[in-house]
């Protein structure tokens, strides 16, 4: 059974550049939700989605957006990256939205802004 | 707004030696969990504690969850070398997302 998987593993881009990361969630969950893990820092969470649709979204701004597909993989895309924007961002994947169900982790793509 | 503070945010110890980790949440909490992530790595889920009173082990690790006074804390007994990492508590209160707190950097020294 194949856990949470994310690509690409590392990437680096320059500043205002775009972004896309990508993220298949565990067998059988439906809900992605996505963190950002600043060095030195706890995650935080950026939004999650459920059914094709963001459900809740953290403190960040528009320059960050999402989508799911009807597969329940799902896209976050960073716009006009900034040097701040450098950090991990975790995927995790849940049978379900709210906080019934657990979330579980993939192994994160490290984004350098240089 | 749910806030998550754990105590301490650097830890050294010697092997052999006890010692316990302290996160605090500011509002209710369905669930509260406690990961460890080494360096450059994910986040590994160890515990999630569900309910006043719940307590789990785990080799050399206990956590356990005191909901009125809104405290988990994680437990190190026996201090060995591979448990040097940075220690995580989330509170996931409600909502859809998980809330974190600055996490522990644990050293552990022979």
């Known amino acids: 059974d194949a856990g949470v998987t994310q690509s690409p593993t590392h990437l680096i881009k320059t500043r205002g550049q775009q972004v896309t990361l990508r993220c298949s969630p565990k067998?059988?969950?439906?809900?992605v939700s996505w963190y950002q893990q600043a060095l030195g820092q706890g995650p935080q969470f950026i939004f999650q989605?459920?059914?094709?649709?963001?459900?809740q979204r953290g403190n960040f701004p528009d320059r960050f957006s999402g989508h799911q597909f009807p597969n329940y993989s799902s896209e976050l895309n960073v716009n006009a990256l900034l040097l701040g924007d450098s950090a991990l961002y975790l995927c995790a994947s849940s049978l379900g939205p709210g906080s019934a169900y657990e979330q579980y982790f993939g192994p994160g793509t490290r984004l350098t802004v240089t | 707004e749910l806030k998550v503070e754990q105590n301490p945010l650097f830890l050294s110890m010697q092997e052999g030696k006890n010692y316990t980790i302290y996160c605090n949440y500011s509002?209710?909490?369905?669930?509260l969990y406690w990961y460890r992530q080494d360096p450059g790595k994910s986040l590994e889920s160890l515990f999630v504690l569900l309910s006043n009173g719940a307590v789990k082990q785990e080799g050399r690790l206990m956590a356990s969850l005191d909901t009125k006074a809104r405290l988990s804390t994680l437990h190190i007994t026996a201090a060995v070398h591979d448990l040097s990492a940075t220690y995580f508590c989330?509170?996931?209160?409600?909502?859809?997302?998980?809330?974190f707190g600055k996490g522990t950097k644990l050293t552990v020294n022979p």
């Open positions: 989605y459920y059914e094709e649709e963001e459900r």
């Open positions: 989330a509170s996931q209160g409600g909502s859809e997302k998980l809330v």
């Open positions: 509002t209710t909490s369905d669930r």
């Open positions: 067998s059988g969950h439906d809900t």
